[in-house]
Nanobody, 116 residues
Framework: VQLQASGGGLVQPGGSPRLSCAAS????????MGWYRQVPGKQRELVAS???????NYADPVKGRFTISRDNAKNTVYLQMNSLKPEDTAVYYC???????????WGQGTQVTVSS
């Protein structure tokens, strides 16, 4: 499975960028896709995830500001980020995994910098 992420970049505080991540290859139907983020010196942390059945999980710091969605026909996951704060600055990684099929893949990471 290959993951191609797009979006991100330099954003002003309060901005609303959208990240996208398209999965391709041999994809098992029962899967979850999501976004994690990492800053230097800290562990990678979950931002949000969504299963193929639409079950969603958000990290507390982004609840009410970020919205995750997916298009199963396109094997693509989106992360709409609103009301960005400087502390949202991180490298955002797309994740695709299927416990049923026993695999997990990561995208290449996309930098989101929130600064005026």
């Amino acid at each position: 499975v290959q993951l191609q992420a797009s979006g991100g970049g330099l954003v002003q505080p309060g901005g609303s960028p959208r990240l996208s991540c398209a999965a391709s290859g041999r994809i098992f139907s029962m899967n979850a896709m999501g976004w994690y983020r990492q800053v230097p010196g800290k562990q990678r942390e979950l931002v949000a995830s969504i299963t193929n059945l639409g079950r969603i999980n958000y990290a507390d710091p982004v609840k009410g500001r970020f919205t995750i969605s997916r298009d199963n026909a396109k094997n693509t996951v989106y992360l709409q980020m609103n009301s960005l704060k400087p502390e949202d600055t991180a490298v955002y990684y797309c994740n695709h995994h299927s416990p049923a099929a026993g695999y997990e893949f990561w995208g290449q990471g996309t930098q989101v910098t929130v600064s005026s």
